[in-house]
T-cell receptor, first 115, second 112 residues
Framework: DVKVTQSSRYLVKRTGEKVFLECVQD?????MFWYRQDPGLGLRLIYF???????EKGDIPEGYSVSREKKERFSLILESASTNQTSMYLC??????????????FGDGTRLSIL | QKEVEQNSGPLSVPEGAIASLNCTYS??????FFWYRQYSGKSPELIMS????GDKEDGRFTAQLNKASQYVSLLIRDSQPSDSATYLC????????????FGQGTILTVHP
């Protein structure tokens, strides 16, 4: 089974702090993704990466950055945390599809509160 | 703007009934279609993938795809209270670096 591990289930930080969310997958997947999920807004893509050191902006990249130095690890960084970044953060990974897009597999999520 | 639309519900069905969840999409080039189940406070879990027109069955779940009409549906037979969750439809094109477009989800409640 695919295992996507997020470093924390719950995290509380203060405004202005630099926050790191870590995600590791064990299936040698090329693609990795960061989403946030808020009530009534659904899943929103923040950033994704299709290869080591490659990154692409998603729909809501403002206030975030990412790092992918190794294939199995994809980090999300909140440069200066703000209260409107309080949310559930979900990491996902998928293999590169040869003929069609493959499904994404999600980690358990990190519920981040910014005070 | 690529869109995936689902009826947000809630959809309420009695235990043992068939639950029917529908999803429409706007991008005619879409080639991959997925259904995820998400329990409250948990992350989405993949339950079905479908790539070709027609039906695909897996246990109590059947996914149906009609590319000409641009809809995909999920049928849950013999619904159980444990099926109560939000069901997310996700769609992808052919060259999207693995990106999926998610619907807002349909809340399903199965009552005893």
């Amino acid at each position: 089974d695919v295992k996507v591990t997020q470093s924390s289930r719950y995290l509380v930080k203060r405004t202005g702090e630099k926050v790191f969310l870590e995600c590791v997958q064990d299936m040698d997947h090329e693609n990795m993704f960061w989403y946030r999920q808020d009530p009534g807004l659904g899943l929103r893509l923040i950033y994704f990466s299709y290869d080591v050191k490659m990154k692409e902006k998603g729909d809501i990249p403002e206030g975030y950055s990412v790092s992918r130095e190794k294939k199995e690890r994809f980090s999300l960084i909140l440069e200066s945390a703000s209260t409107n970044q309080t949310s559930m953060y979900l990491c996902a990974s998928s293999p590169r599809g040869r003929k069609a897009t493959q499904p994404q597999h999600f980690g358990d999520g990190t519920r981040l509160s910014i005070l | 703007q690529k869109e995936v639309e689902q009826n947000s519900g809630p959809l309420s069905v009695p235990e043992g009934a068939i639950a029917s969840l529908n999803c429409t999409y706007s991008d005619r080039g879409s080639q991959s279609f997925f259904w995820y189940r998400q329990y409250s406070g948990k992350s989405p879990e993949l339950i079905m993938s479908i790539y070709s027109n027609g039906d695909k069955e897996d246990g109590r779940f059947t996914a149906q795809l009609n590319k000409a009409s641009q809809y995909v549906s999920l049928l849950i037979r013999d619904s159980q209270p444990s099926d109560s969750a939000t069901y997310l439809c996700a769609v992808a094109g052919g060259t999207s670096y693995g990106k999926l477009t998610f619907g807002q989800g349909t809340i399903l409640t199965v009552h005893p």
